[in-house]
């Protein structure tokens, strides 16, 4: 787990600009979702193609905060990445095609297929029946075409997210930011989210926490969920 946080300097800019740190002081449970984004095989497994080992010392706190927010009407959806394999080509052919060796892109196949020990949900972490359980292609979960979560949210009436997983500058900040611009109250929850480093973390934290969401932790995010003044 990383030991960084968001900068006084930046909280400062933030007081600044909307006269408070916080966001959000309440969040309806029954309009939110926790979003937990690539905790699976391909990104926590020692020696994976797209290790990330910080992955590994938040499934504590991802496992606390899913049994949390679900007891008080949360709905726990889970995210997963694997891109499918035709004729030797992806469906996300550009990506594979240009920002990795090919080394790496025949190394990863097998973990990036669909269904496949690569997408399997970590060993650690426990999710529920009453989970949802969606597959994407994209970084972004939310970028049109990449995955079933903006009809699900839809569906689901959900207007609030709670963003965790792994990578907290990739896939995490690219869903965050898609989420607030289609509308959406966000909260990344620092301390259920991964990095390959302090620097990179602390950087997603800090675009975020300006631009799109929120960040909180964990306990932060519960107080918040069951703060309800009107009832």
Request: glycine residues 6%; aromatic residues 4%; negative net charge.
């Amino acid at each position: 787990m990383h030991n960084v946080t968001v900068r006084q300097e930046i909280i400062d800019r933030v007081l600044a600009r909307r006269g408070r740190h916080h966001l959000f002081d309440s969040l309806n449970p029954q309009k939110t979702a926790l979003v937990v984004i690539d905790m699976q095989n391909l990104f926590c497994e020692p020696g994976a193609p797209a290790e990330v080992p910080a992955s590994r010392g938040i499934c504590d706190n991802i496992t606390r905060l899913c049994d949390e927010v679900r007891s008080i009407g949360v709905l726990v959806i889970w995210i997963s990445s694997a891109t499918s394999f035709s004729n030797g080509r992806s469906d996300w052919e550009m990506f594979l095609g240009n920002f990795v060796t090919d080394d790496v892109r025949r190394d990863g196949q097998e973990y990036l297929s669909p269904g496949g020990e690569g997408e399997q949900i970590w060993q650690d972490l426990r999710p529920h029946e009453s989970d949802l359980h969606i597959r994407k292609n994209r970084y972004s979960a939310l970028t049109p075409g990449a995955s079933m979560l903006q009809s699900a949210l839809s569906s689901h009436g959900i207007e609030n997210l709670l963003i965790a997983g792994t990578k907290t500058n990739i896939c995490c900040e690219s869903t965050a930011r898609d989420a607030m611009q289609l509308d959406h109250q966000v909260v990344m929850v620092e301390d259920c989210c991964a990095a390959l480093s302090d620097e990179e973390h602390r950087s997603a934290l800090e675009n975020v926490i300006q631009q799109f969401g929120d960040v909180m932790t964990a306990d932060e995010v519960v107080s918040v969920l069951k703060n309800r003044p009107n009832e």
